[in-house]
Nanobody, 125 residues
């Protein structure tokens, strides 16, 4: 059974940094694509970043490119999202997700088979 457990969220001020972690368990993720999504109140869940675990190929949404960095530690089976220069509009619940098999759609929600429970990030102005 795949389990994804996020941590690292919190309340910060605009311009601050946070690092989210996602501890993954239940199988080997070398053939998976791993992603971060977020959902603000009253809005759809949206893509933030993704990485193909085995080849370290990354994708970002335009809204976070240059500020956020996705990475993974294979030894720890952990996915990270380093978030710098945070803005109030980054406020959301952040979800970790894992998608099995080959895919050319890392930005699409339906690509992902497993989801974590989410961690709240609040950025005050």
């Amino acid at each position: 059974q795949v389990q994804l457990v996020e941590s690292g969220g919190g309340l910060v001020q605009a311009g601050d940094s946070l690092r989210l972690s996602c501890a993954a368990s239940g199988r080997t993720f070398s053939q998976y694509v791993m992603g971060w999504f977020r959902q603000a109140p009253g809005k759809e869940r949206e893509f933030v970043a993704a990485v193909y675990w085995s080849i370290d190929l990354t994708y970002y949404s335009d809204s976070v490119k240059g500020r956020f960095t996705i990475s993974r530690d294979s030894a720890k089976n952990t996915l990270y999202l380093q978030m710098n220069t945070l803005k109030p509009e980054d406020t959301a619940v952040y979800y970790c997700a894992a998608g099995r098999g080959a895919t050319t759609l890392p930005r699409t929600r339906s690509t992902y088979d497993y989801w974590g429970q989410g961690t709240q990030v609040t950025v005050s102005s």
